[in-house]
């Protein structure tokens, strides 16, 4: 290769080398500078050694694109580079626009696993559920493929369709599913009243969120008044989004006490929050909903809301996903996502690995394929943080016999006009919390 193809590369290595090393104040540091130069010299004779002898000319632009993606997907799954594109496409999930299918996915093993459909898209409507594989796109094969290529194939234009194939743990063959594109508009919030309890939905956390979860208490107050006993919010199927709308959330139903804590690499590096009054319920009963696909923003809501007693959190235990990504600028519009902090309940729980249990389980007994659908968690992922582990704060304990409030079939609760057992049980939870917004630790709930 000619000295002045090979000069520009040797002097970025010198230069990073140089960024990295700290003054020499003893023989164990000056080896271990030493050690890293010797490592970037490495690294440069394997990419001028690919560049030369690979089979087909692949562009340096390529090369160091992929050591940076490898580099950062050594570390955990939520740390990436944002070249302009994945730069765009996550500033418009954050804002709550985008054309797409509407789902959230993850990679395993080199399969394309869906966490949840987002409420009211083409996705949720066609049928797709948390814990199917998309193997096939329009197809192609797509086993092997990064998470980026993967949401780059399933986004684009407004009224274009895709085929999906899909395998469904328990299906006997695999699915075909035909989707149309749409503008996904994240309406992050939904509300209703069932009798006289409010109903909030928060399906993901965008910058309108906290406006959204308090015009809807709003709402409730107006339409239920004096009615009004009490609130459900369910976070299932929720994989989270921006910190400081989880804190506006929570906030909304605190009066006062801390929300959260993210702690950096070193002890210094702690920042907490806390919650404002007032409380915009008034102390009214909460009853929070969980499972599986709630991650992220909403464990914190549902750690905060169970560490402080306000609220009984129902259903199945949390994704686990405790870690806090800080987006990095590097230029105008590129940017590194990387992971700087783990975040705590205010108990000083690490959510990472373990996720929220609830206070009281309760499992999804309208859905006739869970016990088939396997669940993902953040403890699944390939090189996921390893938390501490933490003690178990739920208020009811579990004795391991079988509960005979969950022995109904779906045939049996489909007669009684039930089609979402978990909501059904926690709105009917409500009236047996009363004023205290508490259930007896000794007495569980029975109906």
Known sequence: MPMRDRMPIVLLATAAALVIGMPIGSAVEAARQNETYRRLDEFVEVFLKV??????????????????????????????????RKHEQMRSQTDGEYGGLGLTVTTEDGAVRVVAPTDDTPAARAGIRAGDFITHLDGELIFGASIDEAVD??????????????????????????LT????????????????????????????????VRLAIAALERQLGPRLEGYVIDLRSNPGGLLDQAIEVTDAFLARGEIVSQRGRTKETVERYFAREPDLTRGR????????????AAEIVAGALQDSKRAVIVGQRTFGKGSVQTLIPLSADTGLRLTTARYFTPSGRSVQEEG??????????????????????????RNH???????????????????????ATPAELAQK???????????????????????????????
């Open 181 to 212: 594109r749409e503008v996904i508009r994240m309406r992050p919030v939904r509300w209703e009243a069932r009798g006289d309890v409010g109903v909030i939905r928060i399906s993901a956390f965008n910058r309108q969120t906290g406006e959204a």
């Open 356 to 381: 929220i249990e609830p206070d009281i389980p309760v499992p999804q007994l309208t859905d006739t394929t869970r016990n088939e659908r396997p669940r993902v968690r953040e403890a699944d992922l």
């Open 153 to 178: 194939r399933m986004r684009g234009r407004p009224g274009t369709s895709i085929r999906l194939t899909v395998v469904r743990p328990g299906a006997e063959k695999p699915l075909e599913f035909q």
């Open 285 to 296: 009963p909460l009853v929070v909903l969980v499972d599986e696909g709630s991650a992220s």
């Open 51 to 84: 560049r030369e002898n690979y089979v087909d000319q692949v562009s340096d632009e390529k090369l160091i694109q992929g050591a940076i993606d490898g580099m950062l997907a050594s570390l955990d799954p939520h740390s990436t580079y944002l070249d302009a």
């Open 417 to 447: 006009g039930v089609t979402d057992f978990q909501l059904d049980y926690a709105v009917r939870m409500i009236a047996r919390l009363g004023s205290s917004g508490r259930l007896a630790a000794t007495a569980p709930p029975t109906g």
């Open 385 to 407: 943080l390893v938390a501490e582990k933490a003690a178990d704060l739920r208020l009811i304990e579990d004795d391991g016999k079988p509960d005979p409030r969950f022995a």
